[in-house]
């Protein structure tokens, strides 16, 4: 049974991001996608009229999957605001101990597409951006004096998990980030 629209663009999606993910945007081309993922180069350009449209939605693709592991996690956590921050750092930190993680793909993108006019650039600053208001937001419920100030600093607790997992691996500096993330808040919280 052939897949309907919305199924082959998300179908082209895992398969772009799979590409994408491993071996670099630049370096994968649309025809290779099409191919991996079982479709003429024509069906890919009915979804995606470039392949810059195709890297802007595989990087909004990627950013709805890590919001909804963030979101999901930070509901399961309850309602205390410390416990919610730490489900959120939990998140990154599962990715980073992930035996495929290679790295913030976010920050991979941002590294091919500096140009802020691209939808692969615009997209990994609107994640990001989201992210540090998110965390903005779980810092205002504990209440802190500074909580734009907290957001920060666990922005850079998370993203610097990501970068030495990149680098050193998830037992390196990032398997530290938890307990930094933790002793960041109850300062704040002092």
């Known amino acids: 049974m052939p897949r309907t629209s919305v ?12 590409l ?3 071996n670099g945007i630049r370096a994968t081309g649309v025809d290779l996608v099409a191919a991996e993922a079982g479709v003429a180069p024509t069906t890919l350009y009915r979804q995606f009229a470039s392949k810059d449209d195709l890297v802007g939605a595989y990087v909004e693709h990627a950013f709805d999957d890590f919001r909804a592991a963030f979101d999901a996690a930070v509901a399961a956590a309850g309602a205390d605001p410390h416990e919610r921050i ?7 930190c599962a990715e980073v101990d992930s035996e495929h993680f290679r790295g913030c793909s976010l920050m991979m993108t941002l590294a091919e597409f500096p140009d802020p006019e691209l939808p692969a650039h615009r997209n990994a600053v609107a994640a990001k951006t989201w992210m540090r208001q998110s965390f903005g937001e779980l810092a205002a419920q504990l209440g802190v004096e500074r909580p734009d100030e907290l957001a920060d600093h666990l922005m850079l607790v998370v993203e ?9 691996g998830p037992t ?11 002793s960041i808040v109850a300062a704040a919280q002092r």
Do not use: K, W
């Open 20 to 22: 994408f993910y491993a």
């Open 160 to 168: 610097g998990a990501r970068a030495t997992g990149q680098a050193l």
């Open 7 to 18: 199924q082959t663009r998300s179908h082209l999606l895992e398969i772009a991001g799979r």
């Open 86 to 92: 730490m489900a959120a750092v939990d998140v990154v």
């Open 172 to 182: 390196g500096p990032a398997r530290q980030a938890r307990d930094l993330a933790g």
